[in-house]
T-cell receptor
Framework: AQSVTQPDIHITVSEGASLELRCNYS??????LFWYVQSPGQGLQLLLK??????LVQGIKGFEAEFKRSQSSFNLRKPSVHWSDAAEYFC???????????FGGGTRLMVKP | DAGVTQSPTHLIKTRGQQVTLRCSPK?????VSWYQQALGQGPQFIFQ???????QRGNFPDRFSGHQFPNYSSELNVNALLLGDSALYLC??????????????FGPGTRLTVL
């Protein structure tokens, strides 16, 4: 069975500081990996996805993530955080694109001015 | 191009009642998935519909049922509501299930409160 762990429930960073959100997955084959962002009371917006190829993927809003098979990780990074990045971030794994997604518990990001 | 739409936005029911939630997929999409997101948790997969049939199901009881119509829209029905069914219900659509390299697009959700 596939599973996702996001070890950090809450993270607070100062505006302009760098950010890294951790994601560890468990899946037997090559996973399809996703990062979604959810603002309060909203649905999920896809930030980026990894299917194959280059292990460093670029997404929207200046986010990037790196797939590390040896560590079963897919951490999300941003070099300089903006106040508007405050939201809940979810990592998800799928058996293949379009198939059911298994989500982590989420990381709530707060940004200090 | 309208994205995934869901109705209603909010809903309040009492225990034991039944509820129907609706979802219209993004244009060009024919696969619809439903997720339940309890407060403070990540979304959990309920089931997926393609070609008007349930193709996959998560670990949810039979009280949760669904339907997909010929125009690809979908309904989620929950019978005998429990307090624990209170959650945000998210609908996601994607292109043909057999295609590769596609993603799921999520709607804004329906907030269900069971009293």
């Amino acid at each position: 069975a596939q599973s996702v762990t996001q070890p950090d429930i809450h993270i607070t960073v100062s505006e302009g500081a760098s950010l890294e959100l951790r994601c560890n997955y468990s899946y037997g084959a090559t996973p399809y990996l996703f990062w979604y962002v959810q603002s309060p009371g909203q649905g999920l917006q896809l930030l980026l996805k990894y299917f194959s190829g280059d292990t460093l993927v670029q997404g929207i809003k200046g986010f990037e993530a790196e797939f590390k098979r040896s560590q079963s990780s897919f951490n999300l990074r941003k070099p300089s955080v903006h106040w508007s990045d405050a939201a809940e971030y979810f990592c998800a794994v799928g058996a293949r694109a379009g198939n059911m997604l298994t989500f982590g518990g989420g990381t709530r990001l707060m940004v200090k001015p | 191009d309208a994205g995934v739409t869901q109705s209603p936005t909010h809903l309040i029911k009492t225990r034991g009642q039944q509820v129907t939630l609706r979802c219209s997929p993004k244009s060009g999409h024919d696969t619809v998935s439903w997720y339940q997101q309890a407060l403070g948790q990540g979304p959990q997969f309920i089931f997926q519909y393609y070609e008007e049939e349930e193709r996959q199901r998560g670990n949810f009881p039979d009280r949760f049922s669904g339907h997909q119509f010929p125009n690809y829209s979908s309904e989620l029905n929950v019978n005998a509501l429990l307090l624990g069914d209170s959650a945000l219900y998210l609908c996601a659509s994607s292109p043909k299930i057999a295609a590769s390299y596609n993603e799921q697009f999520f709607g804004p959700g329906t907030r269900l409160t069971v009293l």
